[in-house]
């Protein structure tokens, strides 16, 4: 998603500097590196964009220690010294930080770290069913068979069936999939297997 972003705001005449991201290096350390695109946008200062990051930034923000306030979330950009940045997410959020450096990230590296999130059947993404959604005033997200939300309407709910799910997914999210029917068995074991 942020490739995209990057190919967009370049061609509307934007400067973006490309950087590897390491979501949770604060836990992973180095080896997480190259698994987040993140985007500094060369304006009056440097800002980052990011919508990579599901439940993160709802819209760029400086790159300057401390708190970034957007509606009912909070963040905040912590300078580590030597180069470094951590990005720290909500509280409420998934993920709860990546670093990055300042620095044109390597392609190579960011094109075997994404091939291996897409399709290895270690990768979080292959194993885990994700939906996220800003809406006007909360977050929605779907993770297995919960469904939390964050702002207006705040609380946690658990997906009760496979037809929940698809109304969820449509209702929620705005996605008619009727076929997702066929990963409830799925789901559910992987959330055994993740909760108990």
């Known amino acids: 998603m942020n490739g995209l972003l990057d190919w967009a705001l370049g061609e509307i005449g934007f400067k973006v500097t490309r950087m590897a991201g390491g979501v949770m290096r604060a836990v992973r350390g180095d080896e997480a590196l190259g698994n987040h695109l993140v985007l500094w946008v060369h304006l009056d200062r440097p800002y980052i964009a990011d919508v990579g990051f599901g439940d993160g930034l709802i819209e760029p923000a400086p790159i300057a220690a401390g708190e970034i306030r957007q509606k009912f979330l909070t963040f ?3 300078d580590m010294g030597d180069g470094w940045w951590r990005f720290h997410n909500d509280p409420a959020g998934g993920a709860p930080s990546f670093d990055f450096r300042m620095a044109q990230a390597s392609e190579a590296l960011l094109d075997e770290r994404c ?20 809406l006007p005033n909360s977050l929605a997200m779907m993770r297995g068979l919960l469904l939390k939300t964050v702002g207006q309407g705040e609380g946690v709910r658990e997906i009760a069936s496979a037809t929940d799910y698809v109304e969820t997914l449509e209702g929620v999210f705005g996605l008619a999939l009727p076929d997702a029917k066929t990963l409830w068995p799925k789901i559910q074991a992987r959330h055994r297997e993740v909760f108990g």
């Open 76 to 78: 905040r950009l912590e």
């Open 115 to 134: 091939a291996w999130l897409q399709s290895d059947p270690l990768s979080p993404f292959v194993q885990n069913a994700v939906v996220q959604r800003h």
